[in-house]
């Protein structure tokens, strides 16, 4: 635990890099990811999102948000889960579970470090820390082409 423990602190030291967490069910990844966070230095909130229950039709205007009209039914604007997390940490559970598309829209946000809510012509800057945890090992999922091999390499990983 003293090992695990200097490196989480490593790892909060560099607030910018995506991590990832690995590990089987009940391990802890999600305490980790709040330990992280709480010793990382950011100001903002700590914001955990579970990727399995994201539905794709949804996915971009819960993670980036959207403007009042931006399509049928958006009668007020809304911030998303980056915008919400600024200057903090979001921490995306179940990653391994989140479609190619979701992936994608994600895999975009971190490499660039912006966000276009729906509707809206103008991209957003955000400084959010990414930590994403998954019981499935994603090197394996990477191999059978069910997730992306660019966000796994973009991502730092942990085990627990």
């Known amino acids: 635990m003293t090992t695990t423990r200097a490196e989480l602190e490593s790892l909060a030291r560099h607030p910018n890099v995506p991590i990832l967490i690995e590990d089987?069910?009940?391990?802890?990844?999600?305490?980790?990811a709040r330990h992280l966070h709480a010793v990382s230095q950011r100001v903002g909130d700590f914001w955990e999102v579970t990727l399995a229950a994201?539905?794709?039709?949804?996915?971009?205007?819960?993670?980036?948000?959207?403007?009042?009209?931006?399509?049928?039914?958006?009668?007020e604007s809304r911030?998303?889960?980056?915008?919400s997390a600024q200057h903090g940490t979001i921490y995306f559970d179940e990653l391994g579970k989140a479609s190619l598309q979701v992936q994608r829209k994600l895999l975009t946000a971190?490499?660039?470090?912006?966000?276009?809510?729906?509707?809206s012509d103008r991209?957003?800057?955000?400084?959010?820390?990414?930590?994403?945890?998954?019981?499935?090992?994603?090197?394996?999922?990477?191999?059978?082409?069910?997730?992306?091999?660019?966000?796994y390499e973009r991502i730092q990983t942990f085990g627990v």
């Open 79 to 83: 911030k998303g889960f980056f915008v």
């Open 54 to 75: 994201l539905e794709d039709a949804l996915a971009n205007s819960d993670l980036f948000g959207h403007v009042r009209g931006g399509f049928t039914g958006a009668v």
């Open 123 to 151: 991209a957003a800057s955000v400084d959010v820390r990414v930590i994403a945890a998954s019981n499935l090992p994603l090197a394996d999922a990477v191999a059978a082409k069910t997730f992306l091999p660019d966000l």
């Open 110 to 119: 971190i490499e660039q470090h912006e966000i276009r809510p729906v509707g």
């Open 24 to 32: 089987e069910t009940g391990t802890g990844k999600t305490m980790v």
